[in-house]
């Protein structure tokens, strides 16, 4: 007599997975766990540009907290796993915009702080169209948070109207090369000195160097050596060659002396100048949507259809810089 007749027959029992069936829920067990830990978590960098050198070093590997000032949740989320942009070997986009969702982050530990290094999604690419979440990955230092006023002067950062963080191994770009034949120096004398031409965009630039102030007098001691700083703008003059924000003749700033400028607090009310538009058009039409036209015969602002020479900041801004000054595209 059976006597555990309730109990399922083995033809009944579960299957055992095959080795390919249990590699395959590993691999996608796998996938989901590391995104969601490189969305919610942390995640692995590589740096792109010498901008923060001799801090961090180009293609120096770095994670990430996502924790500290709070996970953004995916704008596109909609991708193929572990690649930002484009896909490997074929190219192409890596993502699907046929779903888009709004700006939002979680709850963080903190807030960005004054001389942090933060990377962030380079906010203001004309390059191309991509998803904020989908443009590039910079890294830079903030120097300014919200409420904080911002200047160069002669190469020394200003916060507040005080001298600012200093890197100690800062660096300026020069050109140096032969002063009897203009050729660049060989290649010999730069290896003993330990110095590197610059490089961009997998090219040497044989006369541009970013040197410290240690390399600058190794290389100037050097016999029959011309050389010079690449940015040699004075105070008060626009640099049409590689002009800084926000690229305006009435904003005569240069790498070297720029600003004063006020970083956006949320809250904080400006009066609008038909001087000051143009440091914050963009900020008020594109990153807040905003619309703004001045008319000119009663000299006042039109905001979203409303008459006003005021603006109140929807949100916080940030001022970042790196601290390779001369070879940095920042937010200057």
Not at 33 to 39: D, F, K, Q, V
Not at 111 to 139: G, L
Not at 244 to 260: E, I, L, M, R, V
Request: aromatic share 14%; glycine share 6%.
């Amino acid at each position: 007599m059976n006597l555990q007749f309730w109990k399922k027959k083995d033809a009944d029992k579960k299957v055992k997975k095959s080795t390919a069936r249990e590699w395959l829920d590993a691999g996608l067990f796998a996938v989901v766990a590391a995104t969601l830990i490189r969305t919610f978590l942390f995640e692995a960098y590589t740096i792109p540009t010498p901008s923060m050198e001799k801090s961090l070093l180009v293609n120096d590997f770095l994670f990430v907290s996502k924790m500290h000032y709070g996970a953004r949740i995916p704008m596109t989320p909609i991708s193929f796993p572990f690649v930002h942009h484009t896909m490997p070997i074929t190219g192409g986009k890596s993502y699907s915009e046929a779903v888009q969702w709004d700006y939002k982050r979680l709850p963080g530990f903190g807030t960005v702080e004054r001389y942090d290094d933060v990377v962030f999604n380079w906010p203001a690419d004309k390059i191309n169209d991509r998803p904020v979440d989908k443009k590039e990955n910079y890294i830079k230092r903030c120097v300014g948070i919200p409420g904080d006023t911002i200047a160069v002067r002669d190469k020394v950062l200003y916060v507040n109207g005080k001298e600012g963080y200093q890197p100690k191994y800062r660096q300026y770009q020069y050109y140096a090369q032969s002063a009897t034949t203009g050729n660049p120096i060989d290649p010999e004398i730069l290896k003993e000195l330990e110095i590197e031409p610059r490089q961009q965009d997998g090219m040497i630039q044989e006369r541009v160097f970013n040197l410290t102030a240690e390399k600058y007098a190794k290389l100037k001691a050097i016999p029959n050596v011309l050389i010079w700083a690449t940015d040699t703008m004075k105070a008060g003059v626009l640099n049409y060659n590689n002009p800084c924000f926000p690229a305006d003749t009435n904003y005569k700033w240069s790498q070297n002396h720029y600003g004063p400028i006020y970083i956006p607090k949320k809250g904080t009310t400006i009066e609008l100048t038909r001087e000051n538009i143009p440091l914050y058009y963009t900020l008020i039409t594109e990153y807040e949507k905003h619309n703004i036209e001045y008319d000119v015969a009663n000299s006042q602002f039109i905001i979203d259809g409303k008459a006003t020479n005021n603006y109140t900041f929807d949100m916080n801004y940030y001022w970042l810089m790196g601290d390779n000054r001369n070879d940095s595209y920042d937010s200057r």
